[in-house]
């Protein structure tokens, strides 16, 4: 199992910028991001290939958000520019070992999640 530890998350104003950091136990296939918000479904956010430079997103990020890893220290990162009250959510980091499945579909191992406001 792989453990992941989330971090960076916090409170701005729309606008703003934050940046998560995810430290993995292991490297695995592939590492995403994903939030939820309150009383809606959890969504994937971003996600990128260890071994290449694939990166994917949801339509409601693209052009605001940037995934990147750094393999030396097991860590993804989430850069989120000009935020809305709508990227509020806790945000988690999730592993995936498989080639198999969609793109936001067979992430086995998860984080506790960091908590992301973005105040209008």
């Known amino acids: 199992q792989v453990q992941l530890v989330e971090s960076g998350g916090g409170s701005v104003q729309a606008g703003g910028s934050l940046r998560l950091s995810c430290v993995a136990s292991?490297?695995?296939?592939?590492l995403g991001w994903f939030r939820q918000a309150p009383g809606k479904e959890r969504e994937g956010v971003a996600r990128?290939?260890?071994?290449?430079?694939?990166?994917y997103y949801a339509d409601s990020v693209k052009g605001r958000f940037s995934i990147s890893r750094d393999n030396a220290k097991k860590t993804v990162y989430l850069q989120m520019n000009t935020l809305k009250p709508e990227d509020t959510a806790m945000y988690y980091c999730?592993?995936?070992?498989?080639?198999?499945?969609?793109?936001?579909?067979?992430?086995?191992?998860w984080g506790q999640g960091t908590q992301v406001t973005v105040s209008s």
């Open positions: 999730a592993a995936r070992t498989t080639v198999y499945g969609g793109t936001w579909a067979a992430f086995n191992d």
């Open positions: 990128i290939l260890t071994g290449s430079s694939n990166t």
């Open positions: 292991e490297l695995t296939y592939s």
